[in-house]
């Protein structure tokens, strides 16, 4: 039995063992991997996400056990620190030593520090580790409690460089990006896309300084203060992250006598075999065509050669041309290139459309003569990344106005569909899957979802950025096997929200069981329940009290639920409209009880820090005050919103307060399939952000104009116009039908802005369904709203008034003790929760 | 601290029940939900799983963000796995084994039920 060795257990280590084990030849051999991290490999990649949760299993390849099941000896915390190569052998850093017949370096990359005075101060990080993340947020914890307004640089503006701002601003210090170049990401924007880029990174909170050259770490008792590029010029700054590129871990094939690079790597042919031929390089350490590919894709494909070449396969060979083409993986900031994004004009033509407002700037490289796309560069939407990439891949044609291609949203799509891409099209360059894989997985060995999809062919398992065109092929395979694409609600539904909310409603069922029972399987879960208590409040306008375990659990309480396990209370404020009498009795019912108290967004106030059993004590008080439940818990109405109009307001074109109170009143109670709010201005001057809401109304002159598909959150999106000019009446009457037709037919969880969206015919299918009755169905949305309104009843006042509910408000059921695990804090003469040490 | 709270848990196996510990009795637990009893410094959650005719017990701390919630979580089930989602993150647990099913936060502890003359016991092993 010959034996390998596989020095480096980082990302492309892994992969080799991955795709080594998957080998029937592998059993002939002994594989043993060292690696001189503490941990088995995990995904570099997406190593900010440790920031997140710090979770570091979360981002394990494969845990220990796994090298263990596939026969592969696992040998963490201890560096390979010599090789051998006259004996065929290495010894590590704790003097053992081992014999190897094939020797396989995977030792990547460490972060290049430059040899700046002053670096070795505390403070002063690279980014590459786990390690590394742990030491950042420890220093950022302590300078965070010193002065919260702290400061943090990164040096280095590139892709990595930027993800690291993000990481620094994200711990609550206030980041700055220091750049030598006179550009963002100098390697693959030019510098108009840089330009763009650069004010939308302003616009979300980070500081960017260019044509930098740093002289100096400056420094207090060993630790950062600052940095100096010229005399007089300085950024004071209390930690810093260094992301100024990598350098190769060449140091045991320089020590050994391998042929390595001039500036470092060790050098390997189209085999992956080194200067030695029983020695293999791969991943971030070998240098292939002059050049180190700091990308996981070629690392993954290089292992996968070097299994072949050691395997005996020995035609498999790595190709000359490797594709660089890159995605930035920040929240909210779109950025990819591909291809050549910088194009001599001797060489082809560019076609550019910039929009600075909107900080958008795309641009495509075409050949000469017009018919291939040869490169580009999207900023601020990269949406159509993923196709013009595969565009690029594939030679494919292109429109003869090429401009199509980018120009911004025409009617219909330029693209055509992802099954016009040839087979061989790689559509996730992580795992190397094509489109042929893809769809294989689909027509021939039966999967239907992108979970088993994914598991059958790892595809969108690595950077994930090839998710949406991986639904859109197993959509379309599904589609050609004449099966239509079900949204199923889950294990235990085979139907959509539609359809459940059909049969629900003509089998006459309401109870969660014995739907259940009839048209699902098994005992229910975390998904279905919530989404079949919001089919039955629909349309029997039934309060989460009666079928109370079927609730999340903030419905389940009427209360929302807090980081502490407390609760917080709500009540209704239509309109934003309160007496002086009705804020008394909330501030003294908040004193009485010690609840935190704030202004919402929505116009109202919030009440923090209720204890489960005092939610009913506060809540029968300020019953007895006037309120009702302002239902901040459930998927239903929550607020609309208005501005003070024509009864104030100098420029007010109507009343929009009693319009406001009206219309809340009129909706308060109503369930959907996810919550739902208005807005009333009363001029076009839109105070109350009525455009950004559900349904909205503005009045101008001759009437109400009536808005409908708003949302602000994560998607912002304007609302579109449903009528204008209407009087209050119709104006009501038409957003009735809306919101009936959405809770009739949306998908759980689904806000009416993306319901809109994916709604074929769009607002103009809408329009003709809720004003010129094309469907017929009119009379049935008015009167099943109708229904709805006239059945509304305060759960709040169901609850405190019925013993067997109020019931539910104990934290044991065989003690009268409170939870003692809540703890609060004290901020600005309120509390808090208190943080877990 | 958080791990002194942690290490107060720990399953207990029906063979090492020291103590039959009498909780409540079964009508202070809803039709397929849970509710919380204490029992010494424990918080136990005790789930009344009427479809399957069963009665789990857990530790009520969920160990993502070390809250004491798991009894107001819903129940159900994952591949006929039964389970308990916390209703703080979602993060969902075997009820059986206590293993998380949907993530790699550490497992929960679990205890044995046991139901005579409409009283839910819960078994500890001190
Ligand atoms: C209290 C409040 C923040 C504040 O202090 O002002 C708030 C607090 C919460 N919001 Fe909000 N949102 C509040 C106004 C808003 C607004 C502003 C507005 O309504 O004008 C928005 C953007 C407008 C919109 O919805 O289109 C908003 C967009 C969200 C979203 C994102 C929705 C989306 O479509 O992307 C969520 C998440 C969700 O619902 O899934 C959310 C979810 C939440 C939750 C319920 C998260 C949760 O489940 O625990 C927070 C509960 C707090 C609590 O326990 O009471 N909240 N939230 C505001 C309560 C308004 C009210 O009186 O009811
Ligand atoms: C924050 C961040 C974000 C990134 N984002 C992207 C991205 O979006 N897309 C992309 O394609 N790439 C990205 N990368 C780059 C990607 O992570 C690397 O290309 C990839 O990890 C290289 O894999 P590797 O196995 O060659 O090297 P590594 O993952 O560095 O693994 C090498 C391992 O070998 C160990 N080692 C070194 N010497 C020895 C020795 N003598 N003995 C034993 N062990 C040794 C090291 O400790 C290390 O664990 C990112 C990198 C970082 C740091
Ligand atoms: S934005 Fe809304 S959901 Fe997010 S933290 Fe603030 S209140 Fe909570
Ligand atoms: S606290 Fe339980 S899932 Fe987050």
Not at chain 1, 425 to 437: H, L, M
Not at chain 1, 732 to 744: A, H, L, N, Q, S
């Amino acid at each position: 039995m010959k034996t390998i060795l596989v020095v480096g257990n980082g990302m492309v280590g892994y992969k080799f063992c991955e795709k080594f084990v998957a080998k029937e030849e592998s059993k002939q051999f002994k594989l043993i991997v060292f690696g001189e991290e503490p941990r088995p490999a995990y995904d570099r990649v997406h190593l900010s996400e440790f920031f997140e949760n710090q979770d570091a299993k979360a981002l394990e390849m494969a845990p220990a056990e796994w090298y263990a099941e596939n026969g592969i000896d696992l040998i963490v915390d201890e560096r390979v620190a010599d090789i051998n190569r006259t004996n065929k052998s290495i010894t590590t850093a704790k003097d053992r030593e081992f014999s190897y017949d094939y020797l396989v370096l995977a030792t990547g990359s460490s972060a290049f520090v430059p040899p700046i005075k002053g670096v070795e101060k505390e403070g002063v990080f690279v980014y590459r580790t786990i390690e590394d993340l742990e030491g950042m947020l420890a220093y950022a914890a302590k300078l965070k409690a010193k002065n919260p307004n702290a400061k943090a640089a990164v040096l280095g503006g590139g892709l990595l460089g930027l993800e690291a701002g993000k990481a620094v601003m994200d711990m609550g210090l206030e980041p700055h990006i220091v750049e030598f170049a006179p550009k963002l990401m100098p390697r693959q924007l030019d510098s108009r896309s840089s330009q763009v880029l650069q004010l939308k990174l302003e616009s979300i909170g980070l500081n960017i300084h260019l044509s930098k050259a740093t002289n100096q770490i400056l420094g207090d008792d060993g630790y950062i203060t600052g940095m100096e590029f010229g005399e007089d010029d300085v950024l004071d700054v209390e930690m810093l992250v260094i992301s100024a590129g990598i350098r190769p871990r060449d140091e045991l094939g320089k020590n050994s006598g391998l042929e390595v690079g001039v500036r470092g790597g060790i050098v390997v042919d189209n085999k992956m075999q080194t200067s030695d031929s029983n020695i293999y390089a791969i991943g971030e350490i070998a240098l292939y065509n002059q050049m180190i590919y700091g990308l996981v894709a070629p690392g993954y494909d290089m292992a996968g050669i070097a299994v072949e070449q050691i395997i005996g396969k020995t035609e498999a060979l790595m190709p000359a041309a490797i594709d660089m083409s890159t995605k930035l993986k920040l929240i909210g900031v779109d950025v990819a290139s591909f291809g050549e994004p910088f194009m001599p004009a001797t060489k082809g033509h560019s076609i550019i459309f910039e929009n600075k407002t909107q900080h958008l700037y795309k641009r495509i490289n075409v050949s000469l003569d017009g018919k291939k796309l040869l490169g580009g560069i999207l900023v601020g939407d990269a949406s159509d990344y993923s196709m013009l990439h595969q565009i690029y891949l594939n030679g494919m044609p292109i429109p003869e106005d090429a401009s199509q291609l980018i120009l911004p949203a025409s009617e219909g799509s330029a693209f055509g569909s992802a099954m016009d891409l040839p087979d061989d099209a790689v559509i996730c360059s992580c795992e190397a899957v094509t489109k042929g894989n893809v769809c294989c997985s689909v027509l021939e060995d039966g999967n239907e979802t992108m979970k088993s999809v994914a598991k059958a062919t790892k595809a969108t398992t690595g950077c994930g950025g090839c998710k949406p065109m991986v639904a859109d092929l197993i959509k379309e395979s599904l589609k050609t096997l004449g099966k239509t694409v079900k949204e199923r609600l889950c294990e235990h539904f085979d139907y959509s929200r539609q359809e459940l909310f059909d049969l629900a409603k003509l089998k006459g069922l309401t109870d969660y069981d014995t739907l259940l029972d009839e048209v699902g399987t098994g005992n229910g879960c975390e998904v279905c329940k919530p989404a079949v208590a919001a089919i039955f409040a629909s349309l029997y306008n039934e309060t989460a009290n009666r079928q109370e375990t079927i609730q999340d659990t903030n419905d389940r309480y009427l209360a929302n639920i807090q980081r502490n396990g407390t609760y917080s209370v709500v009540p209704r404020v239509a309109g934003g409209e309160i007496t002086p009498k009705q804020l008394m009795a909330i501030g003294r019912i908040a004193q009485k009880y010690d609840l935190y108290t704030k202004i919402t967004g929505g116009q109202r106030i919030d009440m923090f820090g209720a204890k489960l059993h005092e939610l009913p004590l506060i809540w029968e008080e300020l019953i007895e005050e006037g309120f009702e439940t302002g239902q901040a818990y459930g998927k239903s109405l929550r607020t609309v919103k208005s501005c003070v109009g024509s009864t104030w307001c100098r420029y007010g074109m109507d009343e929009s307060v009693s319009f406001a109170v009206e219309i809340e009143n009129r909706y308060k109670g109503i369930r959907s399939p996810h919550k739902f709010k208005g807005g009333v201005s009363g001029c076009i001057r839109e105070c109350a952000e009525a455009r950004g809401k559900d349904f909205g109304f503005i009045a101008v002159e001759g009437g109400w104009n009536v808005y409908v598909g708003g949302n602000g959150g994560a998607t912002p999106k304007h609302a579109l116009l449903l009528a204008e000019k209407v009087d209050k009446e119709t104006a009501i009457k038409y957003v009735d039908r809306f919101i009936m037709f959405y809770i009739k037919t949306a998908q759980p969880l689904q806000r009416t802005a993306p319901w809109l969206e994916k709604l074929e015919g769009g607002i103009t299918y809408l329009q003709n369904v809720v004003i010129n009755d094309s469907l017929g169905i009119n009379k049935d949305l008015d009167d099943e709203m109708q229904a709805l309104v006239d059945s509304y009843v305060c759960e709040w006042k169901e609850a405190v008034e019925t013993p067997e509910i109020r019931e539910r408000y104990t934290h044991f059921v065989n003690s009268e003790e409170t939870d003692n695990n809540i703890e609060f804090v004290s901020l600005r003469d309120q509390k808090m929760p208190k943080e877990w040490a | 601290m958080s791990l002194s709270i942690l290490n107060t848990y720990e399953s207990v196996a029906t063979n090492d029940v020291k103590v039959w510990f009498k909780a409540a009795p079964i009508s202070k637990f809803p039709k397929n939900g849970g509710a919380c009893i204490k029992y010494k410094d424990k918080q136990i959650a005790i789930f009344n799983f009427t479809r399957e005719g069963t009665w789990y017990a857990c530790q009520n701390l969920c160990p993502h963000k070390m809250e004491m919630v798991l009894s107001r979580g819903m129940i159900g089930e994952d591949n006929m796995e039964p389970k308990v989602a916390c209703p703080l993150h979602k993060n969902t647990f075997s009820l059986k084994t206590g293993e998380n099913l949907n993530g790699s936060l550490d497992a929960i502890a679990t205890y044995p039920v046991k139901i005579e003359s409409d009283f839910v016991y819960v078994g500890f092993s001190e």
